[in-house]
């Protein structure tokens, strides 16, 4: 792929910069750069707020934070009897009773309800981290879309232009026939093009909708924070034993760990003491009583058996999170440091001006020094070469976000440098 930077004719600028299409809700055009910052940390924000998955998995914590005060309070409630009995004489009783948590069962669930809201807490973490480097993606996605479409209209100009003069310079008989239509049928690909990339640009904001909830409808640029650089690689250890994904893993696992010892609980029979008084005809009575159930027909050791498998499963999944994540620390790196390379190349040797260039291939061609061919493919290999600057500068953007993303610093990066500007 040619390497090349975005310009504009006229207006555009040599740098590109993302465009971000969104909710006037969110956007005003005139913004400084550091309140566009701010305001592209606001969209993600207010759309990670609004995601259902995310309400899901903060309804799971709700969820786990209720079971663990219910597993605070005591296990079992005490059950109140009474009796009456009429034959040749009478009797009547009353009696109380109370299970007792003789292996401190309730200890055992409470400890697996904290351990299970830690880990529903992690997951919450993990997927607004998930869903942020999809929202972003989406954002960059978007203003690649525009700014190649912004590009194909314009391209669309220069050849409607362009036609325009060749039918004055063939009317005046300076080309043939074959060349204007030639002039004609590259206008004519070149509106086919324009339709596609619009048709794309409508499916990148489709893509944006449903990850924020709000069609894009407003347009707003921000300062470029890509670094050409990444951290020292060392620190990537850390990152990945702290990435959300593999602490959400990881206390998953801790919850199974648990579930093993509250298993074994579980499964110990408990003794029920009672209490009862009552009179039988004219005498007084008082009996006190102790139940056990005995596990003879089924311990329960199956349970535990369940428990163990389980764990182990969480334990390993774990490993195999942290195993991926850093792969795919490893990876973001490389595409980075290649795509950055680059990039930074491109900037120091390749850029161009578009409206330079075209002009001067137009006052060649109508001196003569140059054939319709020769023109139409300079123009049109001109242009390609201004699209793949901006695929390059958007594979940037979504190389920058994996990276912030398999760190696990991205939610980090985007909040500190909007209030950083």
Same mark, same amino acid.
């Given at each position: 792929?040619?390497?090349?930077?975005?310009?504009?004719?006229?207006?555009?600028?040599?740098?590109?910069?993302?465009?971000?299409?969104?909710?006037?809700?969110?956007?005003?055009?005139?913004?400084?750069?550091?309140?566009?910052?701010?305001?592209?940390?606001?969209?993600?924000?207010?759309?990670?707020?609004?995601?259902?998955?995310?309400?899901?998995?903060?309804?799971?914590?709700?969820?786990?934070?209720?079971?663990?005060?219910?597993?605070?309070?005591?296990?079992?409630?005490?059950?109140?009897?009474?009796?009456?009995?009429?034959?040749?004489?009478?009797?009547?009783?009353?009696?109380?009773?109370?299970?007792?948590?003789?292996?401190?069962?309730?200890?055992?669930?409470?400890?697996? /309800?904290?351990?299970?809201?830690?880990? /529903?807490? /992690?997951?919450?973490?993990?997927?607004?981290?998930?869903?942020?480097?999809?929202?972003?993606?989406?954002?960059?996605?978007?203003?690649?879309?525009?700014?190649?479409?912004?590009?194909?209209?314009?391209?669309?100009?220069?050849?409607?232009?362009?036609?325009?003069?060749?039918?004055?310079?063939?009317?005046?008989?300076?080309?043939?026939?074959?060349?204007?239509?030639?002039?004609?049928?590259?206008?004519?690909?070149?509106?086919?093009?324009?339709?596609?990339?619009?048709?794309?640009?409508?499916?990148?904001?489709?893509?944006?909708?449903?990850?924020?909830?709000?069609?894009?409808?407003?347009?707003?640029?921000?300062?470029?924070?890509?670094?050409?650089?990444?951290?020292?690689?060392?620190?990537?250890?850390?990152?990945?034993?702290?990435?959300?994904?593999?602490?959400?893993?990881?206390?998953?696992?801790?919850?199974?760990?648990?579930?093993?010892?509250?298993?074994?609980?579980?499964?110990?029979?408990?003794?029920?003491?009672?209490?009862?008084?009552?009179?039988?005809?004219?005498?007084?009575?008082?009996?006190?009583?102790?139940?056990?159930?005995?596990?003879?027909?089924?311990?329960?050791?199956?349970?535990?058996?369940?428990?163990?498998?389980?764990?182990?499963?969480?334990?390993?999944?774990?490993?195999?999170?942290?195993?991926?994540?850093?792969?795919?620390?490893?990876?973001?790196?490389?595409?980075?440091?290649?795509?950055?390379?680059?990039?930074?190349?491109?900037?120091?040797?390749?850029?161009?001006?578009?409206?330079?260039?075209?002009?001067?291939?137009?006052?060649?061609?109508?001196?003569?020094?140059?054939?319709?061919?020769?023109?139409?493919?300079?123009?049109?290999?001109?242009?390609?070469?201004?699209?793949?600057?901006?695929?390059?500068?958007?594979?940037?953007?979504?190389?920058?976000?994996?990276?912030?993303?398999?760190?696990?610093?991205?939610?980090?990066?985007?909040?500190?440098?909007?209030?950083?500007?």
């Amino acid at each position: 792929m040619p390497f090349v930077i975005c310009t504009r004719a006229g207006l555009f600028a040599c740098l590109f910069i993302f465009v971000v299409w969104t909710s006037t809700t969110y956007a005003k055009a005139n913004s400084s750069n550091g309140d566009e910052m701010q305001q592209l940390a606001t969209i993600v924000n207010l759309s990670l707020e609004s995601n259902p998955e995310i309400q899901a998995a903060q309804a799971a914590v709700d969820a786990a934070q209720a079971r663990l005060t219910g597993a605070g309070l005591p296990l079992n409630n005490p059950e109140l009897e009474f009796g009456a009995e009429r034959t040749d004489i009478s009797i009547y009783t009353i009696g109380i009773s109370q299970t007792i948590d003789w292996h401190d069962k309730q200890g055992g669930f409470e400890q697996v /309800a904290r351990a299970e809201l830690a880990a /529903a807490k /992690a997951r919450v973490e993990a997927i607004r981290l998930t869903k942020t480097n999809e929202l972003l993606d989406a954002i960059g996605s978007v203003a690649v879309r525009h700014e190649i479409t912004s590009l194909a209209k314009r391209q669309t100009e220069i050849l409607d232009r362009f036609v325009r003069l060749a039918e004055r310079r063939h009317s005046a008989g300076d080309i043939s026939q074959a060349e204007l239509e030639l002039a004609r049928l590259s206008l004519t690909e070149a509106v086919m093009q324009h339709a596609g990339n619009g048709a794309d640009l409508v499916g990148a904001k489709s893509e944006y909708f449903s990850l924020s909830g709000q069609m894009p409808n407003s347009l707003v640029t921000f300062r470029d924070l890509i670094p050409l650089t990444l951290p020292e690689k060392q620190e990537e250890e850390t990152l990945a034993q702290n990435h959300p994904q593999v602490q959400a893993a990881l206390k998953k696992a801790q919850s199974a760990r648990q579930q093993i010892e509250t298993a074994d609980r579980e499964r110990r029979a408990d003794p029920t003491f009672g209490l009862t008084t009552g009179r039988e005809d004219t005498e007084s009575l008082v009996a006190l009583s102790i139940s056990i159930p005995l596990q003879v027909r089924n311990d329960f050791r199956s349970n535990v058996d369940a428990a163990q498998a389980e764990a182990l499963e969480a334990e390993q999944e774990a490993h195999q999170v942290y195993r991926n994540l850093q792969a795919r620390l490893n990876s973001a790196r490389s595409r980075f440091k290649l795509v950055a390379d680059a990039w930074g190349l491109w900037v120091t040797q390749g850029r161009i001006s578009l409206q330079q260039h075209i002009e001067l291939l137009e006052t060649l061609w109508q001196a003569g020094e140059i054939s319709t061919a020769d023109y139409l493919l300079q123009v049109k290999q001109t242009l390609g070469t201004q699209i793949a600057s901006i695929e390059l500068h958007g594979n940037l953007w979504n190389a920058w976000i994996e990276w912030l993303s398999a760190s696990g610093t991205l939610n980090s990066w985007l909040n500190r440098s909007s209030m950083e500007q």
